[in-house]
């Protein structure tokens, strides 16, 4: 049997779902490499800082609505399956405020917040929400069952699968997409897979200037509400969200947020922070039980994180690129778990097809 050797770029949760989905093909031989690796935290590292939860937002008849679709069944048979992969089942509440309807996050936020949503019958326990149930100043409402995922569990679970299956994972900085394939156990590969998330921007052979940050902050707490919550937006800046989302197997609860498009800062903004404090305990008293306040709020951390947003949507596409395999797989924005095994079995649909066209030859 024919081996190919194939080179993965990156380590995110994209990178990982990919380099899993390609490992378990007999006739693949697959190396990561990536800058940074599970278990570091840097504002160059997208996965670590997500939520993470499966909130549908992919447009009807988008590649990311079929990710999506494709993603959650996956996400589902994990959750229920395989306790190990760090994922837990939440009630889910999704308002909306018909003032968003034309805002920047209502835009985002827009299929989500729908009260006959497409994936009505594809989440579980799908519901619109009566009135009564609303905050007061939202006009539409619905509940669901999701997950929620540990990033620091579900990472090195992904990595962990990887290396079970054969993948070798070595820490490595390109400066240039054409030096992948060296990066390789043998030094050589047929197929590169470039899941760089938002460094694709820099990337010597890519330098797609279609990808910029989505800056998201959060504030991680102790405190635990038992659901997860979301409003399309707020009353205090344009780009600000509300979001609560506790993660599984004591991994806190993430509170949100904003999503800041081509803001690069690093530090998280402590006026933003309060704010998103002060907004999560309004909409979610169970946050804070014994006094309803602020101060009650147990901080792990703060964070900030930029999500590789792409004008366009993901990218998976082939290029040959100086006369070697690429199969892009990046510009997942707000929705790398929550797409992330659709769009990796699209790239396998790609490296399949080259592999097989070679075989011509
Ligand atoms: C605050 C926040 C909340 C979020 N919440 C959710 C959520 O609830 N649900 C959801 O689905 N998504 C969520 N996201 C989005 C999600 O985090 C991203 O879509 C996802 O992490 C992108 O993964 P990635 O693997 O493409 O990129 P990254 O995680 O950034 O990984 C990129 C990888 O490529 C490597 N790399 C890049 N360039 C090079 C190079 N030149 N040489 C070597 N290695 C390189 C890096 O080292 C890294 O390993 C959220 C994001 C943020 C910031
Ligand atoms: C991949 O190739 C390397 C180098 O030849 C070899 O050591 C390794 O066992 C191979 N792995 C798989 C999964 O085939
Ligand atoms: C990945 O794609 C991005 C965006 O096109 C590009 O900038 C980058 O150079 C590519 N990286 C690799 C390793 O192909």
């Excluded at 909306?96 to 034309?102: L, P």
């Excluded at 390789?184 to 797609?208: E, F, I, K, P, Q």
């Excluded at 703060?302 to 510009?331: C, D, F, Q, S």
């Excluded at 396998?348 to 097809?353: A, D, I, N, P, W």
């Amino acid at each position: 049997m024919a081996v190919t050797n194939i080179v993965v770029v990156g380590a995110g949760v994209v990178g990982l779902t990919t380099a899993l989905v390609l490992s378990r093909h007999d006739n693949f031989n697959v190396t990561v490499v990536a800058k940074h690796m599970p278990g570091d935290y840097d504002i160059e590292y997208a996965s670590p800082w997500a939520g993470a939860n499966s909130m549908p937002v992919g447009k009807p008849g988008s590649n990311l609505q079929k990710f999506e679709t494709a993603t959650w069944k996956e996400l589902d048979r994990i959750c229920r399956e395989v306790p190990e992969a760090g994922l837990h089942c939440q009630e889910t509440f999704i308002y909306g405020r018909k003032k968003d309807e034309n805002t920047a996050t209502g835009d985002w936020f827009k299929e989500l917040v729908k009260e006959d949503a497409w994936f009505r019958d594809l989440m579980p326990n799908f519901r619109v929400l009566p009135r009564s149930e609303l905050p007061p100043y939202c006009t539409t409402g619905t509940a669901f069952t999701s997950v929620c995922i540990n990033p620091a569990i579900h990472l090195p679970w992904l990595a962990g699968q990887c290396l079970k299956n054969g993948v070798t994972i070595i820490r490595g900085t390109l400066t240039h997409i054409s030096q992948a394939p060296s990066f390789h156990t043998t030094g050589h590969a047929a197929v590169t897979l470039n899941c760089t998330g938002l460094l694709a921007r820099t990337l010597g052979g890519v330098l797609d200037t279609t990808v910029y940050p989505g800056r998201g902050q959060t504030v991680l707490v102790r405190n635990t509400p038992g659901a997860m919550l979301t409003v399309s937006g707020t009353d205090d800046g344009a780009g600000e969200v509300t979001y609560i989302m506790q993660r599984a197997a004591g991994g806190g609860t993430v509170l949100g947020g904003c999503m800041q498009p081509d803001n690069w800062d690093s530090q998280p903004d402590p006026n933003l922070a309060l704010r998103i404090m002060q907004r999560a305990v309004e909409l979610c008293p169970a946050l804070v039980p014994k006094t309803g306040k602020v101060t009650e709020l147990s901080v792990i951390r703060h964070g900030v994180g930029l999500r590789p947003m792409r004008k366009g949507g993901i990218r998976v596409e082939k290029e040959r690129i100086g006369g070697a395999w690429v199969v892009h797989n990046y510009g997942h924005a707000g929705y790398g778990y929550q797409s992330g095994f659709g769009s990796a079995w699209e790239a396998e649909k790609l490296v399949l097809g080259i592999v097989k066209d070679k075989a011509k030859l």
